[in-house]
């Protein structure tokens, strides 16, 4: 029994050491780059942020990996889409983790999804439909509407969790909402020549992007949602275009451009790959570049 | 009639020089006034229009699916508890042997999951439920369905609540030691299992127990586990005791190098006091015996895993390399007796003698996946006999099973995943598990999986 007792002493000496050490700032374990920046923008230095994926990866398929479960277990919040974008690896790391302050139920766990009317349920669950979302389509931040409406409810909840900076928060949540609204303002009269724009779309990844500025989607290039396009596929989706032609094919930068690559040069369509979260190019620093790039690149694709 | 022109061409020879310049003025007012009520006109006309334009888009925007409020927590799966099914089955092609069986280790004997049927057959469907018990717990089961019989392969509650990183687990549970153990069947890389947890458990170490974890509060992956059970499981056995016949520590580190890069690797060590183990062989002379072991087992077990994803975008390409290496000691006595009294053995009237072994053993294996969907994958398996000593002799002397001989197996396998619930897979493998035999096995396995699965670990 002596190497349990000692890994038993050990646990309590580093779990005393960990738990008295000072609480400086609210610990958030953010799923995707652009809540990070939610939330880094609402918190200042009064947070400090770790995002759990960047924006080459793909976020419904990450491993759970060692790291992940380690930074999840000083979190005291956790912010994620929800909606099952992150349930092929979200579930063991929240089991892993032991952390009881980010689980199911508590005002630690956040889900962006909770906030925002959801597009794209669908009518039938089956998985012959491919990787469908019972909830909806998650990808909730392509439209930066969502995204003051996600803030103003992740301010409230940090402020909540940490009452001490709650002022703080609320202060610079309205200086960024002002802005936020504002330049929302200026996207919009930017984007004008791009309602009714036809457009084909990689994966079924815009519906949010495509409502706000008023793109009209002819085709998507994946079969079913999840499942890669084949030739056979692409080649239905050529002869598509032919009849209602579309101006460009949209995907992700976390996206391989293999096929988009292939529709653009049968179809005559602009490539157009969109940062689609914080970090996906060099313009997309912060949540307004973001959208800066999206517009800008959206404009530029509609260019003959 | 009136004749503008008329007049004033009266009126300026009337008045020659002033009244010209009054004119003038008349004519310059006249002009700005127009000119500023086109203006006014003008503006008008433009904000005329900036308010056409506002309404349209109002219009548009109205029309364009108004935003009902969300429903709170509506993103939430409605099914509770989590119900998996994973199919399993596979087309073997091996050679008819009367016996299979690693020479040189005291094998763990039963195979959970079927093993070594020729043709076709399939393996144990797991049936899997999971879901939050209440905000304190969580349970999960995980039963295979076999013909005419049903092994509860893990049954256990899990504490979501205890916070300070700490998690104890209790019911049956398989064990946190190494890397691949705690993995089921459907979970492995490979069509079969590897040698390594062949001898060292049958198919993975699992017991009724409890188990205590703990996990760093650091950056870097810490995490310590403690586990008692009731040893139900080779390679310890159930002693009818209150106590624990079974004891496993590990520890495992991980973390990220790069964006590219994460590994995880670990330390564990299982005792145990079999008392009246099992034991069956035959003897140098293949007589048939029988036995039991009983003393104590010890078992060192240190695992290594690494993937490599281009940016940790796994879709496309990835690559895992995992390795095992065990050493186990096990001392103590072992007894044999002839298994068929009309075929007398070397323990012919019951032999009672020491037995002592001291061997080790690895694995190795890297799987590639070069395109969306397509995996190969090798894996190379060599354990080392080392001393096994029983009645004064090596024990190879008395029993053909312990031979002295270092069995291994290389196994290539390629499969294909149309997506992430189903899985095919191709295996050929060179067995030399067993002295004297080089076999080549072929395999076709396919592993389907309806329902919530739940995600895996790394």
Not at chain 1, 145 to 161: D, E, F, H, P, S
Not at chain 2, 415 to 427: H, K, N, T
Request: charged share 20%; hydrophobic share 45%; proline share 5%.
């Amino acid at each position: 029994m002596k190497p349990v007792t000692f890994l038993l002493r050990l646990g309590l000496v580093l779990g005393l050491a960990a738990s008295g050490a000072a609480h400086a700032a609210l610990k958030v374990f953010a799923c995707e780059p652009e809540w990070a920046a939610l939330a880094t923008a609402i918190g200042g230095d009064k947070v400090s942020v770790y995002t759990a994926t960047t924006a080459f990866q793909d976020p419904h398929r990450i491993e759970a990996r060692p790291s992940l479960i380690a930074r999840a277990r000083s979190a005291d919040l956790l912010v994620c889409t929800g909606a099952e974008l992150e349930i092929g690896w979200l579930p063991v790391i929240l089991a892993e983790s032991a952390n009881r302050a980010i689980q199911t139920g508590q005002p630690g766990q956040f889900f962006a999804a909770d906030y925002v009317t959801l597009l794209d349920k669908p009518a039938v669950f089956d998985r012959s439909a491919g990787d469908v979302h019972a909830a909806g389509n998650p990808h909730i931040q392509t439209d930066p509407r969502n995204i003051a409406r996600v803030g103003a409810a992740l301010a409230a909840r940090m402020a909540q969790l940490d009452p001490a900076d709650a002022a703080q928060f609320a202060a610079r949540w309205a200086d960024f909402s002002a802005r936020w609204q504002a330049a929302i303002a200026r996207w919009e009269a930017a984007a004008t020549p791009l309602r009714g724009t036809p457009v084909v779309v990689q994966h079924a990844a815009f519906p949010y992007l495509e409502r706000w500025l008023g793109l009209r989607q002819v085709a998507v290039l994946e079969p079913k949602p999840g499942v890669e396009p084949s030739l056979a596929s692409l080649a239905a989706i050529k002869a598509k275009l032919a009849a209602t032609p579309a101006k460009m094919v949209i995907r992700a930068a976390y996206q391989p451009p293999r096929a988009s690559a292939w529709i653009a040069e049968q179809a005559g369509l602009a490539q157009v790959v969109l940062p689609f979260t914080v970090g996906g190019d060099a313009q997309s620093t912060d949540l307004f570049g973001l959208f800066d790039s999206t517009v800008a690149r959206l404009l530029a694709g509609r260019k003959p | 009639m009136f004749r503008p022109a008329l007049l004033v061409a009266a009126l300026a020879a009337a008045f020659p020089v002033h009244a010209d310049t009054d004119l003038d003025a008349l004519r310059a007012e006249l002009k700005d006034m127009k000119a500023a009520y086109e203006a006014r006109i003008q503006a008008l006309e433009t904000r005329l229009q900036q308010t056409e334009a506002k309404t349209e888009t109002v219009a548009a925007q109205a029309a364009r699916a108004p935003e009902p409020a969300p429903a709170a927590e509506s993103t939430r799966r409605g099914f509770n508890p989590d119900v998996s099914l994973i199919l399993q089955g596979k087309y073997a092609h091996l050679e008819k042997r009367d016996e299979r069986f690693v020479s040189g280790f005291i094998g763990a004997g039963e195979h959970g999951h079927g093993g070594s049927e020729r043709g076709f057959s399939i393996d144990g469907s797991e049936l899997i439920l999971s879901a939050s018990v209440d905000p304190y717990f969580r349970g999960y089961l995980n039963a295979v369905l076999n013909d005419g019989e049903v092994d509860v392969e893990e049954a256990w509650f899990q504490t979501a609540a205890l916070g300070q990183g700490l998690s104890v687990k209790g019911g049956r549970f398989k064990s946190g030691i190494g890397y691949q153990n705690e993995q089921h069947p459907h979970a492995w890389d490979f069509a079969t299992n590897n040698l390594v947890y062949e001898v060292l458990f049958g198919e993975g170490y699992a017991q009724d127990g409890v188990q205590l974890k703990w996990l760093a509060p650091t950056d870097t992956f810490l995490e310590l586990g403690a586990e008692l059970g009731n040893g139900n499981a080779f390679p310890a056995t159930n002693n009818d005791s209150n106590g624990a016949n079974s004891v496993a520590l590990f520890g495992h580190v991980g973390g990220d190098v790069g964006a590219s890069n994460s590994w995880r690797a670990g330390l564990s060590w299982l005792r145990a006091r079999p008392h009246g183990r099992a034991f069956e062989s035959h003897d140098v002379n293949e007589a048939g015996v029988t036995g039991n072991f009983s003393g104590k087992s010890r078992t060192w077990l240190a695992d290594f895993v690494w993937k490599w994803a281009p940016n940790g975008n796994p879709t496309q390409q990835n690559f895992k390399f995992a390795a095992e290496v065990f050493q186990r000691k096990e001392s103590g006595v072992l007894a044999c007796d002839d298994a068929d009294i009309a075929n007398p053995s070397l323990c012919t009237g019951g032999l009672s003698a020491p037995f002592a072994a001291d061997q080790s053993g690895f694995y190795t294996q890297a799987v590639y996946q070069f395109m969306p969907h397509w995996r190969v994958g090798y894996r190379y398996d060599q354990l080392l006999r080392g001393d096994v000593d029983f009645n004064g002799s090596d024990a190879g002397d008395t029993f053909e099973t312990l031979a002295d001989y270092d069995p291994r197996r290389h196994s290539l396998m390629v499969d294909y995943s149309p997506s992430e619930f189903s899985r095919l897979r191709l295996q050929v493998t060179r067995d030399e598990a067993q002295q004297g035999v080089a076999e080549n096995q072929f395999y076709v396995q396919y592993i389907m999986s309806l329902g919530s699965h739940g995600a895996h670990k790394f």
